[in-house]
């Protein structure tokens, strides 16, 4: 079995993380799925912005866990969570590094939606 490779943001791949200056409320089917004020915005090289919302403001009766599962070399095993109220639009809508490498080690215990297979996420800056 090959190892995976582990990377290391640098100048050629950076990776920042911030604290959101706001507050976001993600919701589906007429149900919040997560509101928060603590979320992280993760900038990854020329990507757009990624916010990551604490686990404890995640409404948990709404999700499902499921078996799909991806690698980043910068940031590790990734796990994914449906939205069972989505429906078939949002399966493996939300995504989370459980156990992330020492570089963004900030995004553990945080989780992050796709626009497209949730109704809403609402970005209100401080």
């Known amino acids: 079995m090959t190892a995976k490779p582990v990377k ?12 959101y200056p706001g507050h976001i ?18 900038r990854e090289a020329d990507y757009p912005p990624v916010h990551y919302i604490p686990r404890g403001d995640v409404a948990w009766s709404l999700l499902e866990k499921t078996g799909h599962s991806t690698y980043c070399p910068y940031k590790g095993e990734c796990s994914y969570y449906s939205i069972t109220a989505g429906g078939p639009r949002s399966v493996n809508a939300i995504w989370s590094y459980e156990k992330p490498y020492k570089s963004v080690a900030a995004i553990k215990n945080y989780m992050a939606f796709y626009p497209d297979r949730v109704d809403n996420i609402e970005l209100n800056p401080a």
């Open 8 to 19: 290391i943001p640098g100048p050629d791949h950076p990776i920042t993380l911030a604290a």
């Open 25 to 42: 409320v993600v919701s589906v089917a007429g149900q919040i799925v997560a509101d928060t004020r603590a979320a992280l915005t993760l």
